[in-house]
């Protein structure tokens, strides 16, 4: 917490995320009805709460595009799709998930499906079933066919060893759907660099320890997968991420070998 203080006292966007703290506070209160009337519109779409908007909102960073709705953001919308595409159809077989940093949007809807045997897990379990450290998780070996992990792993140190852990824990041909922020290059970390105004220069945010590159399905890889790299295109038309407020970005789909 000192850590995140510290970040934002220093941060030149002080300022305008306070204000806009406060403006998502106001909007989250208010009743869902009316907040449907507010946004109501014709040219937006949200895919995880199928609400038809008039935008979504830019709040705390350019890059945050929120569904006024269930405040999912650009990334939830496309996993929303994936989950839902038949390379996964996430309402299909029967499956045991194990959803890591459940985000609220989604979480419920999940754990409401007849066909999942739903777990989440959080390392604070702030809205999660039960409490986990992803790199040593509490579950025998294949206990479970899907494991869910989206922008987490930038965030745990030894994330090589987080890996191996989603693979002992999935059956032989069970999937692991991973998500990280990205940009092209190599995988940039440096392990001694602790300075959270530092971090968000170099890696994007206080908290994170690395910014992954290209090479990351080769990390994925490494710890018994099969990766395949589906990016935005792969999954909507540009027209349609444009009316779903999705952003070019990259879903890993990973068979346990
Ligand atoms: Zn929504």
Known sequence: MRDRIQAALQSTETIRRARDFVVGSGLRRLPSALRR????????????????????????????????????????????????????????????????????????????MPNLDYLSADLYARDAMVRMDVCDIQYPDASFDLVYCSHVLEHVPDDRRALREFRRVLSVGGEAILLVPQRHGETIEDPALTDPVERERRFGQHDHVRIYGDDFALRIEAAGFRAREYVTADLSSPAESTRMGIDPDRIYHCIAA
Not at 58 to 81: A, K
Not at 101 to 111: H, M, S, Y
């Open 37 to 112: 009337k507010l946004f109501y519109g014709q040219s937006h779409f949200c895919p995880v709460c199928e609400s038809d908007l008039r935008g979504f909102l830019v709040l705390n960073r350019d890059f945050l595009h929120w569904c006024p709705m269930c405040w999912s953001l650009q990334r939830h919308r496309l996993v929303w799709r994936f989950l839902h595409s038949s390379i996964i159809d996430i309402a299909g077989r029967r499956r045991r998930m194990l959803h890591i940093a459940p985000e609220p949007g989604f979480a419920d809807k999940l754990r409401r």
